[in-house]
Structure formats: C-alpha cells, structure tokens
C-alpha cells in the first residue's frame, strides 16, 4: 500500500462556526465607517496581492462591493447586526484558502461604552436603553474579538458627554475602557477562552503629522488608556493589539486626508482608498487560523500600511 508522504496538499477549509466580532467605542467614533470601508480597502490588497483574493459577501451570497463610492458616509440610524462572510482564495486557481462567517455587532456607541459601567444601574430595569445595553453587554459575551474605537478626533468635543456616548478626553477612554476590561476578565471564569481586542486608533487621517506606528500613537494621544491596556494585556484571557485606521484614508501617497469636513465624507471619491481598515480583521483572523493551517505552510495576511 502507497503511504502518504507529507500530508495532502489540499487540506485547505474554512474553520468551522461563526466569529462574533463586537464593536466598542463612543458615537462618533467612526465603527459603522470602518466596517463599511473595509469592502472597499481589499479591493486595494486584489491588485497589490500576487497570491491571495479577498472577498466579501452579503447574507445572501452576493459580493458586497464599494464601486461608485459616495460623497456621504454610510447610513448610521441603529444598532444592527452584519452577516457577512470573509473568503480568502489563492488567485493561481481559485481554491479557498479558508472562509470565516462574520457577526459583526455593531451598536450605538452609547450602549457600547456603558458595557460593564456600575453607573449603568441608576437605568430602570425595563427602559428601552436599559434593553439595548443588555443587548450590547451580550454582544461584548459572545464575541471572541472586539474592535475598540480611539477617535483622534477627540478634542473637538468639550466638554464630553458620557451619558449621550460622546467621550473627549484621555480620561474618559482610559475609565471607560477600565470598565470593558473589567467586564471582560470577569467573564473568562475559570475558562481558558481568550478574548482579542483590537483598539483602532481611528480617523488618523485628520492628524496626518503624527506619522508614527500605533504604539507610538497612543503613547502621545492616549497616554492614560495606553497605560490601561498594557496592563490587562496578556492576563484574563485578554490578547491586544493597537492599530491605527482611517476609514476615508489620504490622497495618493500624500499626507493629505481624503475626507471634507463640510459633507463628513470623502473629498474625492473616486481615489477612495482606506487605510488600515482590514488590519484589525486580518489579525483576528490570523489568530484564529494559528491553530487551524498548517504550520508548514504559512499564510501571512498582507502587512499593516506604513506610512
Ligand atoms: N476624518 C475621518 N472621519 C471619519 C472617519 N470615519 C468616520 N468619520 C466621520 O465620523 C462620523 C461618524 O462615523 P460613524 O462610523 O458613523 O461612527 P459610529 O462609531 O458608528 O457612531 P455611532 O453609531 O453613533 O456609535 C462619520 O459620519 C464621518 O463624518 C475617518 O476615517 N476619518
Ligand atoms: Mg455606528
């Protein structure tokens, strides 16, 4: 009998089950954007990439593409689930790589900040916020991986205003991510499940001469929070990494935002090309394959954008 040397080289297939993604961060901070913009951005690695192709599709298998792009930015009315599935195939003869199934909840960033707030009790059991903050905290429980929002932008709020999800300061973020992380670490029990955070230090398009990897970001910008998530790094189950994003991204190799403040959206539409969009999504994944691919046979996701 012929034995198998090696293994088969076809063992390439998508990890079984849905990955729930939660969004966390204020109003405003740029979630709904992000997720939207991420379509548009692996339209960027197709042409760039030799060997991989990335896709998006709806809950009813149809592509989900970002031709055409607006002038205005996305529809932000509610908090909704997306459905959508993330497929990674080798161009050389269209195998899937592998496939993850995406839940990705994104609510109002009122409900998601106040995720693990005691001062959330003063709320009367029965309000509807009171049942959309039950609803995010269930969302924050069921997902193996967390997108945390920085909005850059921040200073442009004072004074911030907690209670209608508006935070403005330093301060503010580093309590109320305290409060997260808090939550977070109780849940773990005496499980071994990890939980990953990905803190995007977002809309870094409108500070274009802070040119730094994100670390160094939040060491400037978020000094107090920075300190917050180093400490719980690594402990309760929590893994995390910072990255910083721009949903509207710049203008040809230029440090120049393409975003107009007067409609809120892209200046130029059609040189839409967002950056660091997919980084968060690709280390998620990556976390998740590690297991999963061979290690003999490594699949790098394309590196984070410099700039
Ligand atoms: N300059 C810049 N502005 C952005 C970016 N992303 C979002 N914005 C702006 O921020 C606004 C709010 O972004 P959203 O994505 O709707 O914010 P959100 O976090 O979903 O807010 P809530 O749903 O209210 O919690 C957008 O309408 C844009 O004007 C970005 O990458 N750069
Ligand atoms: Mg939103």
Same mark, same amino acid.
Not at 59 to 80: T, Y
């Given at each position: 009998m012929?034995s ?5 080289k076809?063992?390439?297939a998508p %990890?079984p089950g849905e &990955? ?7 109003? *405003?901070?740029?979630?709904t954007? !992000?997720? #939207?913009a991420l379509?548009?951005?692996?339209e ?9 192709h990335?896709d ?16 205005q930015p996305?529809?932000?009315d ?7 599935q ?5 161009k ?5 790589v592998?496939?993850?199934?995406l839940?990705?909840h ?8 106040r995720v ?9 059991v029965?309000?509807t ?9 269930a969302?924050?429980?069921d997902?193996?991986a967390i997108?945390?929002?920085l909005d850059?932008?921040?200073?442009r709020?004072?004074p911030?205003a %907690?209670?209608?999800g &508006?935070l403005?300061?330093?301060s503010?973020y580093s *309590?109320?991510?305290?409060?997260? !992380?808090d #939550?977070?670490a ?6 071994d499940?990890k ?6 230090v977002a ?7 802070l ?9 400037i910008v ?8 180093d400490k ?15 949903a509207?991204?710049?203008l040809g ?6 975003f107009?403040?007067?409609t809120?959206w892209l200046s ?6 967002p950056?660091n969009?997919?980084a968060p999504f690709?280390?998620?994944f990556?976390e ?5 691919l061979r ?5 790098p996701y394309p590196?984070?954008?410099?700039r």
């Amino acid at each position: 009998m012929k034995s198998f040397r090696g293994r088969p080289k076809q063992i390439l297939a998508p %990890p079984p089950g849905e &990955l729930d993604i939660a969004l966390w961060g204020p109003t *405003g901070a740029g979630k709904t954007c !992000l997720v #939207y913009a991420l379509a548009k951005e692996l339209e960027y690695y197709n042409r760039t990439s030799a060997t991989f192709h990335y896709d998006l599709f709806d809950s009813r298998g149809a592509p989900i593409l970002r031709d055409g792009a607006s002038d205005q930015p996305p529809a932000n009315d509610e908090a909704k689930d997306d459905v959508i599935q993330f497929v990674r195939t080798l161009k050389a003869n269209g195998a899937t790589v592998v496939a993850h199934d995406l839940n990705i909840h994104d609510d109002r960033g009122l409900n998601a900040i106040r995720v693990g707030d005691t001062a959330s009790d003063s709320v009367s059991v029965g309000t509807t916020w009171d049942r959309h903050l039950r609803t995010a905290e269930a969302n924050m429980t069921d997902s193996v991986a967390i997108l945390a929002f920085l909005d850059i932008d921040y200073e442009r709020l004072r004074p911030s205003a %907690p209670e209608l999800g &508006l935070l403005a300061t330093d301060s503010d973020y580093s *309590g109320r991510i305290t409060n997260l !992380l808090d #939550y977070l670490a109780a849940l773990r029990g005496p499980s071994d499940l990890k939980k990953y955070l990905a803190v995007c230090v977002a809309k870094v398009d409108l500070r274009p001469n802070l040119r730094r990897n994100a670390e160094q970001l939040m060491k400037i910008v978020f000094p107090k929070t920075n300190a917050v998530l180093d400490k719980y790094n690594n402990k309760h189950g929590l893994i995390i990494e910072k990255f910083q994003t721009s949903a509207v991204g710049f203008l040809g190799n230029g440090d120049r935002a393409n975003f107009n403040p007067d409609t809120g959206w892209l200046s130029q539409p059609n040189a839409w090309r967002p950056f660091n969009t997919a980084a968060p999504f690709f280390w998620i994944f990556q976390e998740m394959e590690k297991d999963f691919l061979r290690a003999d046979e490594p699949r790098p996701y394309p590196p984070l954008q410099r700039r």
